[in-house]
Nanobody, 122 residues
Framework: QVQLVESGGGLVQAGGSLRLSCGAS????????MGWFRQVPGKEREFVAR????????YYTDSVKGRFTISRDNAKNSVYLQMNSLKPEDTAVYYC???????????????WGQGTQVTVSS
C-alpha cells in the first residue's frame, strides 16, 4: 500500500508560481509512474502531467505545456510539479497519483493523495 501526500498549494495571483510536492511512503516508489491531476467541482478529473518511473520521460496536457514542469526524486520518494505563469483557469484541487502503467487516464492510477488546493486570482 502506497500513501501519497500533497503539499504546496495555496492562493496566488495570475502570473505567479507554485511548487507542489508529493511525498510517498509505504511502497516501492521507484516502481511507479507518477502523475499529477486536477479537478474542479462538477468536472472530471483532468490529467495535468506525468513522469515515468525513471524520470526520463515527461508528458503534459496541452494547456500547461511550457508553464508546468513535473519532476521526481526517487531518493526522496517525491514528485513535484513546478507551476509557473499561473492562470485563473488553473484553479483546482491538485492530486498526485501513482500507477503501474504510463498513462494519462486517472483509472490507470492505483494510489492517490488527498489533494491540495490551488487558487489563482485575477
Amino acid at each position: 500500500q502506497v500513501q501519497l501526500v500533497e503539499s504546496g498549494g495555496g492562493l496566488v495571483q495570475a502570473g505567479g508560481s507554485l511548487r507542489l510536492s508529493c511525498g510517498a511512503s509505504g511502497g516501492s516508489f521507484t516502481s511507479y509512474a507518477m502523475g499529477w491531476f486536477r479537478q474542479v467541482p462538477g468536472k472530471e478529473r483532468e490529467f495535468v502531467a506525468r513522469v515515468t518511473w525513471s524520470g526520463s520521460n515527461k508528458y503534459y496536457t496541452d494547456s500547461v505545456k511550457g508553464r508546468f514542469t513535473i519532476s521526481r526524486d526517487n531518493a526522496k520518494n517525491s514528485v513535484y510539479l513546478q507551476m509557473n505563469s499561473l492562470k485563473p483557469e488553473d484553479t483546482a484541487v491538485y492530486y498526485c497519483a501513482a500507477g503501474v502503467l504510463n498513462s494519462n487516464r486517472p483509472t490507470e492510477y492505483k494510489y492517490w493523495g488527498q489533494g491540495t488546493q490551488v487558487t489563482v486570482s485575477s
